[in-house]
C-alpha cells in the first residue's frame, strides 16, 4: 500500500460520494465533509511521483506544471481506504481517504492540532495555569499537558522545578531550538547595584526598578516567541511577576477605545536596543496585527522605544493612545500579580502577553535565569505531540 504524503497513520474514511468534473474530484463524506481536489494539486501529492517516498517532499517544479493536466476516472477499493485516481494521461494515483478526510476537515491548516486560544482576564483567574515542573523532563504527556496551557492561555507556569542554573535551557531543548539572542541562549536578570545605589548594566531588567507591562525585544522583526523565566534565588521583598493578557487587552481596546486602537495598531515607533557593539532596531506599531492569519505580536517596551516613525501631527494622539493601553494592561481588570519563587519557570506567550514585575528592594538575591524559543518550535512540538495522543480519525483538537 503506498504511503501517504507525511509520516502519520490514518484510518480509513470511507468516502459516500465520489465524482469527477474535469480537473476537479469532488468527495462527500457522511459527516458532511466535502473536498473539492483540482488534478494538480493531486498530481503533486501521488507518492514515488510528484512526492518523494522518502522525504515525503513534492518533486514538481512549478516550471513543469501541465496545467490542462484533467482526471478521467475516480473509483473507491473494496476497503474503502483508498481512492484510485486516473489522471488524462492514463496515469493512476491512489490516495488514503484518512488523508483526504484530514484536509477536507481543515486539520492541515496551521492551526490545526493546536488548542484555540482564550483570552482571559482577572475575572478568570488570579495565577497562572501551574503544572509540576519537578519530573518534567522527559515526561511527554506532562510536557504537552504544560504546553497546550502555554498555547491557550498564553501563560503557563511550572512550580517545584529543579533550581540547576541550566534547567531552562534543558527545558526549551525539550520543545526545539533556543532563540539566540545578543543577551546569549540563557540570560540573567538579577540586580547588579553598586554601593552608592547604581546599576551597572545595559537593561532596565537588570535594575530593581518595576518594569511595567511589557514585551521582550520589539526591537527584532520577528520578537521570540515565548519567554521561560526559571527563579533560582528570591530573597527579596516585592519583586512580583505580573502578567496581563494582552490579547484581552487589544479585544477591550478596540471595542471601549477605537480612536486608541487605530493609532496603536497603525501609527510605528523605532524600538532600539542599544550598547558598545550592538544596535538593534526595528519600526512597527505597538499592536502589530501582521497579515491576515499572524499571531498579534504586540511591541511594548519603553526603555528600548526610542523615536516616533509617524508624521508629526500624530505623535500627541500616539502618546495618549500609549497611555490608555499601558494603564488598562496594569489595571486590577487585567493584571494578575503573584510572588517568584525559587523552582517557578513563568513560561509565556511573549507577542501576546504583558509581563513586568512590581519594585524590589535590593539587598537579598533575586536570580532568574530566561530563555527565549519561537513560536514555530513549540507549535511544531504541539502538533506532533496532540497528533501522536489523538489521531485523525479520532477528531483530534483543531
Ligand atoms: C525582563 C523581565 C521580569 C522580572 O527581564 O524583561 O521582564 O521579574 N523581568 O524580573
Ligand atoms: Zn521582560
Same mark, same amino acid.
Given at each position: 500500500?503506498?504511503?501517504?504524503?507525511?509520516?502519520?497513520?490514518?484510518?480509513?474514511?470511507?468516502?459516500?460520494?465520489?465524482?469527477?468534473?474535469?480537473?476537479?474530484?469532488?468527495?462527500?463524506?457522511?459527516?458532511?465533509?466535502?473536498?473539492?481536489?483540482?488534478?494538480?494539486?493531486?498530481?503533486?501529492?501521488?507518492?514515488?511521483?510528484?512526492?518523494?517516498?522518502?522525504? &515525503?517532499?513534492?518533486?514538481?517544479?512549478?516550471?513543469?506544471?501541465?496545467?490542462?493536466?484533467?482526471?478521467?476516472?475516480?473509483?473507491?477499493?473494496?476497503?474503502?481506504?483508498?481512492?484510485?485516481?486516473?489522471?488524462?494521461?492514463?496515469?493512476?494515483?491512489?490516495?488514503?481517504?484518512?488523508?483526504?478526510?484530514?484536509?477536507?476537515?481543515?486539520?492541515?491548516?496551521?492551526?490545526?492540532?493546536?488548542?484555540?486560544?482564550?483570552?482571559?482576564?482577572?475575572?478568570?483567574?488570579?495565577?497562572?495555569?501551574?503544572?509540576?515542573?519537578?519530573?518534567?523532563?522527559?515526561?511527554?504527556?506532562?510536557?504537552?499537558?504544560?504546553?497546550?496551557?502555554?498555547?491557550?492561555?498564553?501563560?503557563?507556569?511550572?512550580?517545584?522545578?529543579?533550581?540547576?542554573?541550566?534547567?531552562?535551557?534543558?527545558?526549551?531543548?525539550?520543545?526545539?531550538?533556543?532563540?539566540?539572542?545578543?543577551?546569549?541562549?540563557?540570560?540573567?536578570?538579577?540586580?547588579?547595584?553598586?554601593?552608592?545605589? &547604581?546599576?551597572?548594566?545595559?537593561?532596565?531588567?537588570?535594575?530593581?526598578?518595576?518594569?511595567?507591562?511589557?514585551?521582550?525585544?520589539?526591537?527584532?522583526?520577528?520578537?521570540?516567541?515565548?519567554?521561560?523565566?526559571?527563579?533560582?534565588?528570591?530573597?527579596?521583598?516585592?519583586?512580583? !511577576?505580573?502578567?496581563?493578557?494582552?490579547?484581552?487587552?487589544?479585544?477591550?481596546?478596540?471595542?471601549?477605545?477605537?480612536?486608541?486602537?487605530?493609532?496603536?495598531?497603525?501609527?510605528?515607533?523605532?524600538?532600539?536596543?542599544?550598547?558598545?557593539?550592538?544596535?538593534?532596531?526595528? !519600526?512597527?506599531?505597538?499592536?502589530?496585527?501582521?497579515?491576515?492569519?499572524?499571531?498579534?505580536?504586540?511591541?511594548?517596551?519603553?526603555?528600548?522605544?526610542?523615536?516616533?516613525?509617524?508624521?508629526?501631527?500624530?505623535?500627541?494622539?500616539?502618546?495618549?493612545?500609549?497611555?490608555?493601553?499601558?494603564?488598562?494592561?496594569?489595571?486590577? &481588570?487585567?493584571?494578575?500579580?503573584?510572588?517568584?519563587?525559587?523552582?517557578?519557570?513563568?513560561?509565556?506567550?511573549?507577542?501576546?502577553?504583558?509581563?513586568?514585575?512590581?519594585?524590589?528592594?535590593?539587598?537579598?538575591?533575586?536570580?532568574?535565569?530566561?530563555?527565549?524559543?519561537?513560536?514555530?518550535?513549540?507549535?511544531?512540538?504541539?502538533?506532533?505531540?496532540?497528533?501522536?495522543?489523538?489521531?485523525?480519525? !479520532?477528531?483530534?483538537?483543531?
Amino acid at each position: 500500500m503506498s504511503p501517504t504524503p507525511d509520516f502519520y497513520q490514518y484510518d480509513a474514511r470511507p468516502v459516500a460520494q465520489i465524482s469527477v468534473e474535469h480537473q476537479w474530484l469532488r468527495l462527500d463524506w457522511e459527516d458532511g465533509a466535502h473536498l473539492a481536489a483540482h488534478a494538480l494539486w493531486l498530481f503533486e501529492n501521488t507518492v514515488g511521483i510528484g512526492t518523494d517516498v522518502s522525504t &515525503r517532499e513534492g518533486l514538481v517544479d512549478p516550471a513543469n506544471l501541465r496545467l490542462d493536466m484533467s482526471l478521467c476516472d475516480a473509483v473507491a477499493d473494496v476497503t474503502g481506504a483508498r481512492i484510485v485516481v486516473t489522471f488524462d494521461d492514463a496515469l493512476d494515483a491512489s490516495f488514503h481517504t484518512g488523508w483526504l478526510h484530514h484536509v477536507a476537515t481543515g486539520q492541515h491548516k496551521a492551526e490545526g492540532h493546536l488548542p484555540s486560544q482564550v483570552p482571559w482576564t482577572t475575572s478568570d483567574f488570579s495565577h497562572p495555569p501551574s503544572h509540576d515542573g519537578g519530573q518534567i523532563l522527559g515526561a511527554s504527556e506532562a510536557l504537552i499537558g504544560w504546553v497546550n496551557d502555554l498555547l491557550t492561555f498564553g501563560v503557563a507556569r511550572l512550580q517545584n522545578a529543579p533550581l540547576d542554573p541550566d534547567f531552562g535551557l534543558r527545558l526549551g531543548e525539550q520543545l526545539g531550538a533556543i532563540r539566540d539572542t545578543n543577551f546569549g541562549p540563557i540570560w540573567d536578570v538579577r540586580a547588579d547595584v553598586d554601593l552608592a545605589g &547604581r546599576a551597572d548594566t545595559n537593561s532596565t531588567a537588570n535594575t530593581t526598578l518595576r518594569l511595567g507591562p511589557h514585551t521582550d525585544l520589539p526591537t527584532r522583526e520577528t520578537p521570540p516567541g515565548f519567554q521561560f523565566l526559571h527563579c533560582i534565588a528570591n530573597e527579596t521583598k516585592g519583586g512580583w !511577576s505580573t502578567i496581563a493578557d494582552g490579547q484581552a487587552v487589544v479585544d477591550a481596546l478596540q471595542s471601549e477605545h477605537p480612536e486608541h486602537y487605530d493609532a496603536l495598531t497603525t501609527l510605528r515607533w523605532i524600538f532600539f536596543n542599544r550598547g558598545p557593539g550592538i544596535d538593534h532596531r526595528w !519600526s512597527g506599531p505597538i499592536i502589530d496585527l501582521g497579515v491576515t492569519g499572524s499571531p498579534l505580536t504586540i511591541r511594548a517596551f519603553y526603555p528600548v522605544r526610542g523615536f516616533p516613525d509617524m508624521d508629526p501631527v500624530d505623535v500627541p494622539r500616539a502618546y495618549a493612545a500609549m497611555k490608555v493601553f499601558s494603564q488598562l494592561a496594569s489595571s486590577p &481588570r487585567f493584571e494578575i500579580s503573584f510572588p517568584f519563587t525559587p523552582g517557578d519557570v513563568l513560561a509565556f506567550d511573549n507577542r501576546r502577553m504583558l509581563h513586568g514585575r512590581t519594585e524590589f528592594t535590593a539587598g537579598g538575591r533575586r536570580h532568574l535565569r530566561g530563555i527565549y524559543i519561537d513560536h514555530d518550535d513549540v507549535r511544531s512540538f504541539a502538533r506532533a505531540s496532540n497528533r501522536r495522543r489523538q489521531p485523525a480519525s !479520532s477528531g483530534g483538537t483543531i
